[in-house]
């Protein structure tokens, strides 16, 4: 029989694998096929934000994806290949995107910024993901302040482009 523990983790565990959303975020982390890993490292982030925050784990994670959910994507418009007068600067084009895509790019850039934080400061990937988790659903931290730059860079080249939606 498993301990009392034991069984409250695997009934933790099984209810954080039917989201959808925690879903996506191991499909994410996964490497090379290893899916075990990928889901034992959320596992032990949530259990990191648990110790801080105790039942909380979700809350904070869902939080933290509304936080860095993109709505704008900013793209280089390709320079003309044969013009007299080249283009010193880029044109930036912005475009919105569809509400799946902004998700994904927002978990992408918190997955990103904690392997980042992971390298720098030689902490495990669980550790640096628990605090990204948690920097970002206070609106604070290095991919809240991406975002509102990819913004403002779309907001002050707007009128090159009428707004469309790509998927």
Known sequence: MLAKEDKNNFVYLNRIKSDPLITKMINLLMRH????KS?????????????????QATRIFYLAIIAVKQDIAVRIKPKPKKRRNKQSFNVYLPRVISP???????MRSILKTSRERS????????ESLSQELLQASQSKGKVVAKRYKVNKLAISNKRKVHFAIHR
């Open 119 to 126: 390298q720098l400061s030689f902490s495990p990937l669980w």
């Open 100 to 106: 799946t895509c902004g998700l994904s790019l927002g």
């Open 39 to 55: 889901e034992k490292i959320l596992f032990k982030a949530f259990q990191a934000l648990d110790k801080v925050y105790p039942g």
């Open 33 to 36: 096929g290893k899916r075990s």
